[in-house]
């Protein structure tokens, strides 16, 4: 079972203790939340590369040179 540590700094002493069902449940729903924003920061992330891949192509393709176009997306 997950545990948790509780430190008194008045006496500096150190305490082990297991999670309560509602604190593993707050965890597993913040483990949750957090994988979710994480796909969702990639997915976006994906999508902002593919774009930019995607504008560098069309002016490739209107004739600007690689150096051109690089210069330009810097």
């Known amino acids: 079972m997950p545990t948790k540590l509780i ?3 008045s ?3 150190t305490t082990e203790v297991e999670l309560t069902a509602e604190e ?5 729903a913040d483990a949750a939340a957090y ?3 994480e796909a969702e920061r ?3 992330e994906q999508a902002r590369l593919a774009a930019k891949g995607a504008a560098e192509q069309k002016l490739l393709s209107l004739g600007l040179t690689a150096e051109e176009v690089a210069a330009l997306t810097k």
């Open 11 to 13: 006496t500096g002493v």
């Open 24 to 28: 593993i449940a707050q965890m597993q």
């Open 35 to 37: 994988a979710a924003a």
């Open 7 to 9: 430190v008194d700094c």
């Open 42 to 44: 990639e997915a976006v």
